[in-house]
Every structure is written in C-alpha cells, then in structure tokens.
T-cell receptor, first 115, second 113 residues
C-alpha cells in the first residue's frame, strides 16, 4: 500500500541549531503534504500545508520563518526547524493524501529533542 | 467538519472484542466517519472509514447507526499490539489532493493480558 516515510525518526540537537526533517511519499506523488506537531499527551495539531511548487500555508500561530517548509518535488517535502529551542521539542508528523483515495497516509513521525 | 465525542479511555481483555464508540450528532449528509489509531511514538495509522453502511476490512468493522449520529469501531479479537489511541474523525471525503484531518483527543485503548 501507499507509504509515507519520514527521516530521521529521532534527532537530538543543540539549542540554536537548525534541524531538517524529510517526508517522502513512496510509490505515489503528493502535490500536497501536511505537517503536524504533537506534544506529550496531546493530540496532533496541524502546523502547515506543504504545496509542491508553491509556498506553504501555515496555521495561525505557527511562525513561517521558524518552520521552513520546502516541497520541491512531488515526492519530497522538508520541514526545517530553525534556531531550535527546547520548547520546539516535540513529535513531528507528516501526511500525504493519495490521489483517488480519501484517507491520508502518515509518516512514522520524528521525535525532536532540543537540548 | 462535524465534532466527535469519544470516551477518554477504555480497557479490553486480550482476545475479546474491543468496541470503541464515537458520537457525531451534528454530522452532515456528505461527511464520512474515519478511524485512525496511533500506537505510542508512531504516526497515525488508517483503519477504516464509511458513510452510512457498515464496513469491514482486515483490521476492523465499522458500525454506523441508521441516523448516522454515532458509530462503533470493532476490533474483533484484540491483541496487545492493538493498545493505542483511537481517533474518530468526521469530514467530507475529498479524493483530489485531500484535506488535512483534524484530530481530537481520541480514546486510549489498553488491551490487557
């Protein structure tokens, strides 16, 4: 079946550095991908919608200059957390819809820890 | 999208059927019921979805009441690996390029040995 792959699955970085998370659609093309964030014991919250070949759309309260999204190809979207701080530590998850299907497929998530 | 209400948590004995309820009394005629689950430290996994007829696949069955105001996800023979948070989401089905899913708090199912 359709698979969405995220990399890395886990990353630890120092405060002030930047971290890039990749989200790939395997065996299908995704013109749109969604990025979610999940804090401990909370549900997933949509951060932004990534659109291939155009600018991402950010949800209210999400800083676009801090969470850079690039969707340069039909199978890859990247989320870069710039100048990371400990409060950015979270579980980041991407998803992609498969054309012709109504359900979306989710990556395995990336656990970011900023120390 | 219609709002859903689920119990915060449930327990189920291993090997027994797990019945997870969801209320969606404000569901519209063109909205589907979707179920996802999230095992600890993993991304959500699609389980099943339906409009008004009962649905069954290799993972679960979905029973939707005739008035569509509630539904039940049934895991026929729960195993320890079914321990997860289960999300019931109601939304319009969009086939082209999709739309994000809005996740509520879900039901934390614990399958006990």
């Amino acid at each position: 079946g359709a698979v969405v792959s995220q990399h890395p699955s886990r990353v630890i970085c120092k405060s002030g550095t930047s971290v890039k998370i990749e989200c790939r659609s395997l065996d299908f093309q995704a013109t749109t991908m969604f990025w979610y964030r999940q804090f401990p014991k909370q549900s997933l919250m949509l951060m932004a919608t990534s659109n291939e070949g155009s600018k991402a759309t950010y949800e209210q309260g999400v800083e676009k200059d801090k969470f850079l999204i690039n969707h340069a190809s039909l199978t890859l979207s990247t989320l870069t957390v710039t100048s990371a701080h400990p409060e950015d530590s979270s579980f980041y998850i991407c998803s992609a819809p498969l054309s012709g299907r109504t359900e979306a497929f989710f990556g395995q998530g990336t656990r970011l820890t900023v120390v | 999208d219609a709002k859903t209400t689920q119990p915060t948590s449930m327990d189920c004995a291993e090997g027994r059927a797990a019945n997870l309820p969801c209320n969606h009394s404000t569901i519209s005629g063109n909205e589907y019921v979707y179920w996802y689950r999230q095992i600890h430290s993993q991304g959500p996994q699609y389980i099943i979805h339906g409009l008004k007829n009962n649905e069954t696949n290799e993972m679960a069955s979905l029973i939707i009441t005739e008035d569509r105001k509630s539904s039940t996800l049934i895991l026929p023979h729960a195993t320890l690996r079914d321990t997860a948070v289960y999300y019931c989401i109601v939304r319009v089905a969009q086939r082209n390029y999709g739309q994000n899913f809005v996740f509520g708090p879900g039901t934390r199912l614990s399958v006990l040995p």
